[in-house]
């Protein structure tokens, strides 16, 4: 599903993915920025988080999605309790601004920081954080199909990294950079470096696009190369759009049952660690033609949640969607 050339990147910045000024972690911490970005005082919605780390902290950033709702990664989260994580509404976090508390952590229940050895790439690196006193801020519209994502798409990321990487400065100045999606998979959408890309300290952070006429969060800045120079991961957010309006209702689960009925607007398939989650579909139905061959998906998969794509001949290509037999 995914580009063996992209895996070494992932765990360098999960393990890198905030900025932290906690010793015993600064060494696979370093902190830079949405490089080629420029200050931004816009995206009232865009905060940073800071996340207790030990005898330090981390900075992450968030996107206000719902009343009392921050989306960011799951990496920036996980392991923390609530009473880490404060969220910052204002443009530099040594500058005017409100600090606001967490009262909730929502971490995607089958996240998988990654294992490149192990041939296993991250996965499901979201997160939502519930957040008192950001009801004045303005909420982002996040993206819940597939419709109009494509390879050259312009994208916009926003975060809160360094402008400076030899040496260090800028930290926690909310920055903003421009680029082109490269690669769209089933949940994760690869962008490579052009004149802007995201990086250390950008985790969690939201990538905007103009899909559907509008502009929405299509995706939640997750991975990249050490040195931010190459290619980075985002997660691929249409296809998290069940659990997240699951965790907002009360749920959240994260899994799904391939016989149907769990997936809202996605179909119920297997990711990379064979754990079953929804992933976006088009939807058709049972005896609806259809290629089973995998490898031809890519944006979404052909048949509605419930159903497969069987083969229907020897010719290649000639499939259907058929329903799966429940085991009862």
């Not at 996980?78 to 910052?88: G, L």
């Not at 499901?124 to 004045?136: K, S």
């Not at 190369?225 to 997660?235: F, K, L, N, Q, T």
Request: glycine share 14%; aromatic share 6%; charged share 15%.
């Amino acid at each position: 599903m995914r580009p063996s050339r992209l895996w070494p990147i992932l765990v360098v910045t999960w393990l890198a993915g905030c900025t932290s000024e906690d010793s015993t972690q600064t060494s696979n911490r370093g902190a830079y920025p949405i490089v080629g970005g420029t200050a931004e005082t816009g995206y009232l919605g865009v905060g940073a988080l800071e996340i207790r780390r030990g005898a330090g902290t981390a900075l992450c950033t968030g996107t206000k999605i719902g009343d009392g709702w921050v989306l960011t990664a799951a990496h920036c989260v996980v392991s923390r309790t609530a009473a880490d994580v404060r969220f910052f509404d204002g443009p530099d976090v040594s500058g005017p601004g409100n600090w606001h508390a967490a009262r909730a952590l929502h971490v995607h229940p089958l996240y998988v920081p990654g294992d490149p050895p192990a041939g296993v790439p991250t996965q499901n690196d979201v997160a939502l954080v519930e957040v008192t006193g950001i009801g004045a801020l303005p909420t982002y519209e996040t993206a819940a199909s597939p419709a109009g994502l494509a390879p050259g798409l312009p994208v916009t990321w926003v975060g809160y990294g360094l402008d400076h990487v030899a040496p260090e400065s800028g930290s926690g100045v909310k920055r903003r950079g421009a680029g082109h999606l490269s690669e769209i998979y089933w949940t994760q959408l690869v962008y490579d470096f052009e004149t802007a890309m995201p990086c250390r300290g950008d985790s969690g952070g939201p990538m905007f696009a103009t899909v559907g006429g509008r502009e929405r969060i299509i995706g939640v800045v997750s991975t990249g190369d050490e040195d931010c120079a190459v290619a980075g991961i985002d997660m691929r957010l249409d296809a998290f759009a069940d659990w997240i309006a699951d965790a907002m209702a009360g749920g959240g689960t994260g899994s799904c049952d391939p016989t149907g009925a769990d997936c809202s607007i996605g179909a119920c398939l297997p990711d990379a660690s064979d754990r079953f989650v929804c992933v976006p579909t088009d939807g058709d139905g049972p005896g609806t033609a259809c290629d089973p061959d995998g490898a031809s998906w890519s944006v979404t998969v052909p048949c509605a949640d419930g159903f497969v794509c069987l083969a229907a001949s020897s010719a290649p290509g000639d499939g259907r969607c058929h329903a799966l037999c429940r085991v009862d």
